[in-house]
T-cell receptor
Framework: EAGVAQSPRYKIIEKRQSVAFWCNPI?????LYWYQQILGQGPKLLIQ????????DSQLPKDRFSAERLKGVDSTLKIQPAKLEDSAVYLC????????????????FGPGTRLTVT | QKEVEQNSGPLSVPEGAIASLNCTYS??????FFWYRQYSGKSPELIMS????GDKEDGRFTAQLNKASQYVSLLIRDSQPSDSATYLC????????????FGKGTTLSVSS
C-alpha cells in the first residue's frame, strides 16, 4: 500500500511571496490533515478534512493560509503572502476514519515539505 | 489550553538497556494515545497506540497508560543505536475529538 505523498519536498521563497503544497493521501483514507512543525516542536494541526469538507480549521491563519480538497482525495495548502515565521515543515497525514478507537483512524504522515522563507 | 508535556531530553542510554519515555496530558477526557518516532529530517512514524489503562506490548516496545494519573509512557527494551530519534507523544483531543495534540518530543540517544 502506497503511503501519503507530498510535493515539493523542499521550497525556498522570499517573504511576501506565495507557495503551494500538494498532498495525496493513502488510498481509501477519507480524512486528511495538514500539520505545521516548527523546528524543536511537535506538529500542530492547521486543518482537517473529512472527504471534501472541512472538519476543523480553528488554528489555520486564514488571513494568509488556505486549503482545499475539492474531490475528496488530493489536497492543496497555500500560503499567500508568506512571512518569515512560516518557515517550518508542512506535514500531511491521513486516516481511514474520523472518529472512534482502533487502527481505522490512526494517522499516517507523508514525508513533509520543508519551507524556508528568507 | 490542552497540553501534552514531555521531557525534551536528551535521554542517553547504552545499547541493550531499557529506555523509558514519559508523557503527561491535561485533557482528562482524552481516550486515545499514540507514540510516534521521528528521525532527524524525517516525518513522524506511528509506532504504538494505546486506548485503555494498562500495558500494551509490541516487540521491543511497551506502552503504558494510566488515565487516573493522566500519564502515558513508552518503554524500549534492548535499545539499539537505530532507536536514536525523537519520540513524540500524541493525545487525541477529548472523548469524541479527532485532532491530535502533540508534545514537543523527547530525544533519545543510544550509544554503542
Amino acid at each position: 500500500e502506497a503511503g501519503v505523498a507530498q510535493s515539493p519536498r523542499y521550497k525556498i521563497i522570499e517573504k511576501r511571496q506565495s507557495v503551494a503544497f500538494w498532498c495525496n493521501p493513502i488510498s481509501g483514507h477519507a480524512t486528511l490533515y495538514w500539520y505545521q512543525q516548527i523546528l524543536g516542536q511537535g506538529p500542530k494541526l492547521l486543518i482537517q478534512f473529512q472527504n471534501n469538507g472541512v472538519v476543523d480549521d480553528s488554528q489555520l491563519p486564514k488571513d494568509r493560509f488556505s486549503a482545499e480538497r475539492l474531490k475528496g482525495v488530493d489536497s492543496t495548502l497555500k500560503i499567500q503572502p508568506a512571512k518569515l515565521e512560516d518557515s517550518a515543515v508542512y506535514l500531511c497525514a491521513s486516516s481511514r476514519l474520523q472518529k472512534g478507537t482502533g487502527s481505522l483512524y490512526e494517522q499516517y504522515f507523508g514525508p513533509g515539505t520543508r519551507l524556508t522563507v528568507t | 489550553q490542552k497540553e501534552v508535556e514531555q521531557n525534551s531530553g536528551p535521554l542517553s542510554v547504552p545499547e541493550g538497556a531499557i529506555a523509558s519515555l514519559n508523557c503527561t496530558y491535561s485533557d482528562r477526557g482524552s481516550q486515545s494515545f499514540f507514540w510516534y518516532r521521528q528521525y532527524s529530517g524525517k516525518s513522524p512514524e506511528l509506532i504504538m497506540s494505546i486506548y485503555s489503562n494498562g500495558d500494551k506490548e509490541d516487540g521491543r516496545f511497551t506502552a503504558q497508560l494510566n488515565k487516573a494519573s493522566q500519564y502515558v509512557s513508552l518503554l524500549i527494551r534492548d535499545s539499539q543505536p537505530s532507536d536514536s530519534a525523537t519520540y513524540l507523544c500524541a493525545v487525541r483531543e477529548g472523548q469524541a475529538g479527532t485532532a491530535l495534540i502533540f508534545g514537543k518530543g523527547t530525544t533519545l540517544s543510544v550509544s554503542s
